[in-house]
């Protein structure tokens, strides 16, 4: 079952904020993030873990609720770098493939 | 030295030919996949393979055929292609399967006319 991202699109200025949601209807075991560059490949951004954890990449940042089924990834004083596609992978045990979601356009502007 | 490397990086083909896409990774890893990305961004799993062996094939018309000589190496061929078949292909590997990280080659588009 695909994960459902949110929001599908989001336009910030340099400096603002953002947070994106990745939601699953299944218990969920770990969480992916990726930053897909336009014309470029997915690029790995962190993993979770079941067991709440929160990681930092850069000023990215994720979280992970078991319980919600969710993982959100906040992004705090974007930069340029920072637009993209982000996709959230999911899966509901270890040995399961990623499922990703459909992907959150995130445009940086000056 | 480029980790997962596909080629070609552009294919421009008519409907009902046949076209392979290679992919070869230098990184060590024991699993490689393709995954299809269409218009709308979506990233969907077509193929995985583990030690040459498919571990994972999706609903995937019999038209594609992947090929893993070794595990370092995995070529998709496809054949009597269709207009819904234009999409980028990315190739990918992982150290082990199941949810490891992945790293992705740079993608190869097919544009079917």
Same mark, same amino acid.
């Given at each position: 079952q695909q994960p459902v991202q949110s929001p599908q699109a989001v336009i910030l200025r340099e400096g603002e904020d953002a947070v994106i949601n990745c939601s699953s209807s299944k218990a969920l075991y770990s969480v992916h993030w990726y930053r897909q560059k336009h014309g470029e490949a997915p690029v790995f951004l962190m993993i979770l873990l079941k067991g709440g954890e929160q990681k930092g990449h850069e000023k990215i940042s994720a979280s992970f609720n078991e319980k919600k089924q969710q993982s959100s990834l906040y992004l705090t004083a974007?930069?340029?770098?920072?637009s993209g596609t982000y996709f959230c992978g999911s899966n509901n045990n270890a040995g399961n493939m990623l499922t990703f979601g459909g992907g959150t356009r995130l445009m940086v502007k000056p | 030295d480029t980790a997962v490397s596909q080629t070609p990086k552009y294919l421009v083909t008519q409907m009902g030919n046949d076209k392979s896409i290679k992919c070869e990774q %230098? *990184? @060590?890893?024991d699993t490689m996949y393709w995954y299809k990305q269409d218009s709308k961004k979506f990233l969907k799993i077509m193929f995985s393979y583990n030690n040459k062996e498919l571990i994972i094939n999706e609903t995937?018309? %019999?038209r594609f055929s992947p090929k893993s000589p070794d595990k370092a190496h995995l070529n998709l061929h496809i054949n009597s *292609?269709? *207009? @819904?078949?234009s999409a980028v292909y990315f190739c990918a590997s992982s150290?082990?399967? @199941?949810?490891n990280v992945l790293t992705f080659g740079a993608g190869s588009r097919l544009t079917v006319l």
């Open positions: 974007s930069q340029l770098s920072y | %230098n *990184l @060590g890893h995937v018309p %019999n *292609l269709e *207009l @819904g078949d150290q082990v399967a @199941g949810a």
